[in-house]
């Protein structure tokens, strides 16, 4: 497996071309049949769960880290970790949630890793952006480009990612799950191992921190 330069997060494409009518009771069934053959050992089946997901996953946890080097690594520990566990899967969450929680888990262990030896997680706040739509892509201009406006929207990336990086952990999980990949309040109380209400209290905090430490950044 290699994980080169941060790539654009990916929906889940496998369902994309079934009829909008038909999707929500198609899911289940197909997602249901695919981890039937992860469970048998399906190598084929393995191989397009880790180029289907890689890229998000790979996203997740450079958001989390702020290194593409320990990104790198954690994504091939996540899909190690699920091809061994996965008979253990009971569909008590979908796949992709499933997923995410391997690889926040291993993030955590990998951030509890580093303070035990007294070393910083964050290792650069100018590594490589990963691309696609994200929480800094809503601070770019739509309008003409030109470089002072790309000046302008790359000091309000790096504000914004050294504030996220600086958010205490749970803070940063709950915003980036939420703000960056897209998922719902459930989604994230699953992946997060937390009740809803919690989820909403450290959005709520991890929102006002940022909002604290971008006050005349931005």
């Not at 038909?22 to 769960?49: N, S, Y």
């Not at 989390?64 to 969450?93: C, K, N, P, V």
């Amino acid at each position: 497996m290699s994980y080169g330069e941060p790539i654009a997060l990916r929906g889940q494409i496998e369902l994309e071309q079934v009829a909008p009518a038909t999707l929500v009771e198609a899911r289940p069934q197909v997602e249901a049949q695919f981890v039937e053959r992860l469970k048998r050992g399906d190598a084929a089946a393995f191989e397009i769960l880790v180029n289907e997901r890689s890229g998000e996953i790979y996203g997740l946890l450079y958001r989390l880290t702020e290194s593409s080097e320990e990104a790198r690594d954690l994504t091939q520990e996540t899909f190690l970790r699920a091809f061994q566990s996965i008979s253990h899967f009971r569909g008590d969450s979908d796949l992709r949630t499933w997923i995410y929680r391997i690889a926040i888990n291993q993030a955590r262990n990998r951030w509890r890793w580093w303070r035990r030896r007294r070393r910083d997680a964050t290792v650069s706040i100018d590594a490589p952006q990963a691309n696609g739509t994200s929480l800094v892509g809503t601070l770019k201009s739509d309008n003409g480009r030109n470089p002072e406006t790309d000046a302008l929207a790359r000091e309000r990336e790096r504000a914004l990612r050294k504030a996220l990086s600086s958010l205490k952990r749970v803070y940063r999980e709950a915003v980036v799950l939420r703000d960056i990949e897209g998922f719902a309040y459930d989604e994230i109380a699953v992946t997060l191992d937390i009740s809803v209400g919690t989820v909403k209290s450290r959005l709520a905090r991890g929102r006002q921190e940022l909002r604290r430490k971008l006050e005349g950044s931005l």
